[in-house]
């Protein structure tokens, strides 16, 4: 029996089991693989175990899980050349950029950096998630963003500045997961995480009337 704080997909699990029967010499009966999924169900159904471990939430360090994360950044990779050309037009700049980063004490150093750096890719993560045929994919954003904003949350006093908080996130992210961590993929997560704070999926917004953000539109239909 093996346990992972991973998710287990089908594939993985069978060549897990094949590779661990032949190397170990036992049938692939007789081993069972525990993933992340399996062990949230337990969870839930037996939520007095994590009391009897002491294990509180809300007391636990900021962790997010990086996978589904790690799913659109890896299919955004994929596509990012077939809307390369929304880089050349960026949106333009809301007013509520800098109300947002006094709302969420983001330093106007780290704000601007981030801006300057991520700014014109914006359009083009927003494109990618619109697109009717990445219906799927933007319910993983969504369900990434419902995560992080909820885990940031719980655990924004333990942080100074939002500086922190997306840097800690960041290095999370990077250390957790191998896709993430890759050369190729460190700018691409570090722009999503901007537009997730850009867009006004995590931070504090204060007043949306007074101060709109720009929001994601649900893909249309498919003709």
């Not at 809300?58 to 929304?86: H, N, T």
């Not at 983001?106 to 950096?113: D, L, N, P, Q, R």
């Not at 901007?194 to 709109?212: A, Q, T």
Request: charge should be negative.
């Amino acid at each position: 029996m093996l346990f992972a704080n991973r998710r287990l997909a089908g594939n993985a699990q069978s060549e897990i089991c094949e590779y661990l029967a032949a190397q170990c010499g036992i049938p692939s009966s007789s081993i069972y693989l525990c993933g992340l999924e399996q062990l949230e169900v337990w969870l839930k159904t037996f939520p007095d175990v994590a009391g009897k471990a002491d294990l509180d939430p809300v007391d636990s360090p900021l962790i997010v899980s990086p996978d589904d994360l790690a799913e659109v950044v890896q299919a955004l990779a994929r596509q990012k050349e077939g809307v390369s050309a929304l880089l050349d037009d960026p949106p333009t700049t809301r007013v509520t950029y800098e109300q947002k980063n006094l709302l969420n004490n983001m330093s106007a150093e780290y704000a601007k950096a981030q801006r300057k750096k991520y700014l014109k890719e914006t359009a083009q993560i927003r494109a990618f998630l619109s697109a009717p045929e990445n219906l799927e994919l933007l319910h993983v954003y969504e369900s990434v963003v419902d995560e992080f904003e909820l885990k940031i949350i719980a655990k924004r006093k333990d942080y100074q500045t939002f500086d922190e908080v997306m840097e800690y996130l960041v290095d999370l992210l990077f250390n957790r997961d191998p896709i993430l961590r890759q050369h190729a993929h460190k700018r691409l997560t570090r722009a999503v995480l901007f537009y997730m704070y850009w867009n006004c999926d995590i931070g504090e917004v204060g007043g949306v009337s007074e101060f709109p953000c720009v929001r994601l539109i649900e893909p249309s239909p498919i003709s």
